[in-house]
């Protein structure tokens, strides 16, 4: 309500943060598990005097560098920005409550990057020892920096005790240690782990050397199979550990957000059988593009499993104090009370009268609804009440949240919940409300 | 019509305004340099590639500015992203408005940044394969941080002018509303630019410097070359900086033209710095120079945070915000920022002084 709007046709603002978002997980979560990767790849080559394993790390290194270094960092940044422009009432919350855990993490950030750096560009200047530390400075920071980010993103799920106290006294880390935060840890860490096996494969199977490469296969495929083992372990303890509404919505509540969570799961089976079957068990017989299968098959599972994790979280964008529009428990009786608009400082019609009641209805369409909704493209709200009458539109929007439980309420007067009533029906081209019932059927286009 | 300025968060400000305000001019400060280094370095080292064929000193510089690149764009979104943080904690209803407004060129930084900066490994990582053809993509990597630039000059300026929002936010297309006609963008975005060329020529000379025992004849050659860039640019500052100067609003203008003692001393004591900066390269002193260099960059940090409390000041100012201090939190930052610090010194001083020891 407080601030402008900006919508994003065709992909809406949420789709577009969560495809930012899912590149830049299935990057960061290797930029966690590729440290370890790199460090204790290359302890065990020189345990082991193996000179082709050096040589192969040398050059994963250089990968690491340009997908970590570039890209993880730039889509890092993609997410600020997106967030700021979609949704500053909760990055402006999220800001209030963390500015001190993420100047912390940008401290990890800073020595992670510089450690990188140094790690790539001290092959041949540090001597071994070294070298090995600063692998492991890099380790430990990537990890600690993950460990920070993760206590914000759950607390955005389970905020927990963090919302019984009053405003001024809700500490840091009552925020940041929430119900999910160790299970979602553990699903990360162990995420991060196998990601830094799977882009190993990616590597390993470029080698050339026809000896090393099903060696450097083997066991890279390693990395990826501990999760199967760990992941629906932390994934059961996750799951009970989210509100019951979510829980719900994610098995059976909602059919695609179930579909979806079904599809996390069935993607990360098929991921541990073929890398199972596939690089571990026959590391000779691996090729490059199935090494491009199988990360795709990863992207798929990052994408699926994030998709479902916001979803779950609807009706809310900070699970029980603010909704997905931005508007916060604190301040919902104040707008049903005194209108949206009037506090709405960037609408253009500040109170629904007789004159102004389309504009006013899609103002508040603008400030309620367009958070989630377009208006021709994704989740479509043209589409959402084609052929509706106003006065059903009307009553839908009285009991919009018992109606559709991952919505939130319609806020504010009577008179604005009509006049987006208003709005919404003239979406549907003029004549093709259904006056009488068989007029229904062009609408649909039901047999 | 009231102006458009969202409410502060209902949250109360986890430090008090004036700690984070410190925190926020600190570490853009800290960000300055290696942003000059990418954006200024980055038409040097085209100048460079395109007189490559001609002269081996040139090439050798290209080669050297597309070693320091991938580092130096690094460094820069790294020490970027603290102030920005800081920012959006204290200007939040100020700076997610204004990007708001311009949020398709403002979320443009995103891809060009990564354009630019696989440009600059592509530079760095296949420089003798490139050959000449490596002017090009000097260029467009060049061409890249510049636009960067200039957007954020947009919206920083933008973000201090709440009167011009609404009429933005009506008319027109949603979410293109920049600011590029204001009067003070583009001298604005000229100071900066003109700074990040002195930089980056002050860069040469340090490294002429420092290859001078080896290398006499090179290194002869960047110290002058190096001088130049540094001198020519900051003397063309001498003009940009009263353009940039005169731009300003009234009342923001004449705050640092005597109207208070303190910010017109700040302006007074930087230019002073600019200039001694000047003498001292001409005097072959480059270490003293960069003293003298260092601290205007800091002081041009503290101005343009003054410059950003004198638009805001009828409208708003950080330390009027209710503060609820997290102070654990803030003693733990502290701690562990002197912790990271040790950690990177102790690790870049290693890959210094061991260099070349295995090889």
Known sequence: MNYPVWEVPILGGGLLIGAIAILHVFVAHFAVGGGLYLVLTERRAYRTADEGLLQYLRGHSRFFILVVLVFGAVS?????????LVTPPATSTLLHVFVWAWA?????????IVAALVYYYGWDRLDRRSHLAVGWIYAAAAWLSLFVINGILSFMLTPGRWLDLPLGSRSLWGAFANPTMLPSLIIRTMVAVALAGLYALLTA??????????????YAAAWVLPAAVILP????????????LARAISMGGSPPVTIFAGLSVAFSAVLFVFTFLGPFQRPQAF???????LVLLGLGTTAVTEWVREAVRKPYLIYGYMYSNGI??????????EGALGGARWASVREVQPENRLEAGEELYRLQCASCHTREGFNSIRFAVLGWREEFIDFQLRYLDELKGFMPPFFGTVKERQALAAWLAGLTPRGRHPAAPELREPVWGEP | MTLPIPAPDAIPLPASGTLLEILLVATFALHLVPMNLVLGG????????????????????????ARLFPVAVALTITSGVAPLLFLQVLYGPFFFSSSILMAWPWLGIIPLLLLGYYGFYWYSLQFEALGRRGALVAAGSAACVTAIGFLFTNNLVLMLQPEKWRALYTTGWPGVAWNAGDPSVLPRFLHFF??????AGFAVLLLGVRRRQAEPEFGEWAIRLGARWFVGATLAQLLVGPWFLLSLPEPVRQMFLGGRMTETALLILGIVLGILAILLVLGHRPWEAALALGGSLALMAVIRDRVRAAYLAPHFSPQTLEVEPQTAAVVLFFLLLVLGLATVGWMVHRLFRSAGSRA
Do not use: C, K, N, Q
């Open chain 1, 76 to 84: 890092g940044v993609g997410i600020w920005w997106t967030i700021g």
């Open chain 2, 42 to 65: 980055s038409v040097l080292a085209l100048w460079s590639a395109l007189r490559a064929t001609r002269s081996p000193h040139h090439a050798r510089l290209a080669r050297w500015w």
């Open chain 1, 205 to 218: 199977a470029a080698i050339e050397d026809s000896d090393l490469r099903p060696r450097v296969t083997r």
């Open chain 1, 233 to 244: 372990l932390a994934g059961a303890w996750y799951i009970l550990a989210i509100p019951r």
């Open chain 1, 104 to 112: 912390i993490e940008w401290v990890l950030f800073f020595v992670e």
């Open chain 1, 328 to 337: 916060t428990h604190a301040e919902a009786d104040r707008i049903d009370r």
């Open chain 2, 194 to 199: 003109v700074a990040a060329l002195a930089v």
């Open chain 1, 287 to 293: 090729s490059l593009p199935f090494a491009v299968l």
